[in-house]
Antibody, heavy 120, light 108 residues
Framework: QVQLQESGPGLVKPSETLSLTCTVS??????????WSWIRQSPGQGLEWIGF???????SYNPSLKSRVTISQSTSKNQFSLKLTSVNAADTAVYYC????????????WGQGILVTVSS | EIVLTQSPGSLSLSPGERATLSCRAS???????LVWYQQKPGQAPRLLIY???SRAAGIPDRFSGSASGTDFTLTISRLEPEDFAVYYC?????????FGQGTKLEIK
């Protein structure tokens, strides 16, 4: 069973870059079984899909964030990462990494989530 | 972008009662690409239903889903105490993938 764990700073200053890493165990990000995804949830709000990366390196992003988002991968470390530039208070959220099945299409395994607060 | 509108925003029921949650898509969506998640406080969402009507592994049969055109329904036949949570519908048939705003199921 795939397990995912987010890590990174819990506090980021406005206008700076948010950087998070997701460590995957029980599965290889080099395989073709999953799209490795990021989703966020603002406090008391709903869920927002950020984007994903596939083992080939291809990516897809939510147009609402596309100009500020980069998702990358490190196959040697079995990790994938999220960078969100020029953050502001509206980017304060719990950030989840998740695996989206290539065949199924849905998000099946999720990390526990990490709260990132944007504040000076 | 496909907007998913869930109703009601909140639902107050008692254990043993039946819950009916709705999710309406703003445009055509194949039921294959509609799933339901349950989320409890401090936890990640958990997959309940995929393909609009198929239960995920380990999900009790009191949970069921159905589809009619752009209207999708999650039904919980007899509420158990552990069912009180927030429920989200999610579509991945068209990018950007989107979620409904959620229905909070509360104990009456």
């Amino acid at each position: 069973q795939v397990q995912l764990q987010e890590s990174g700073p819990g506090l980021v200053k406005p206008s700076e870059t948010l950087s998070l890493t997701c460590t995957v165990s029980g599965g290889s990000i080099s395989g073709d079984s999953y799209y490795w995804s990021w989703i966020r949830q603002s406090p008391g709000q709903g869920l927002e899909w950020i984007g994903f990366i596939y083992y080939s390196g291809s990516t897809s992003y939510n147009p609402s964030l596309k100009s500020r988002v980069t998702i990358s991968q490190s196959t040697s470390k079995n990790q994938f990462s999220l960078k969100l530039t020029s953050v502001n208070a509206a980017d304060t959220a719990v950030y989840y990494c998740s695996s989206r099945g290539y065949s199924s299409g849905w998000l099946d395994y999720w990390g526990q989530g990490i709260l990132v607060t944007v504040s000076s | 972008e496909i907007v998913l509108t869930q109703s009601p925003g909140s639902l107050s029921l008692s254990p043993g009662e039946r819950a009916t949650l709705s999710c309406r898509a703003s445009q055509s969506l194949r039921s294959t690409y509609l799933v339901w998640y349950q989320q409890k406080p401090g936890q990640a969402p958990r997959l309940l239903i995929y393909g609009a009507s198929s239960r995920a592994a380990g999900i009790p049969d009191r949970f069921s889903g159905s589809a009619s055109g752009t209207d999708f329904t999650l039904t919980i036949s007899r509420l158990e105490p552990e069912d009180f949570a927030v429920y989200y519908c999610h579509q991945y048939g068209s990018s950007p993938f989107t979620f409904g705003q959620g229905t909070k199921l509360e104990i009456k």
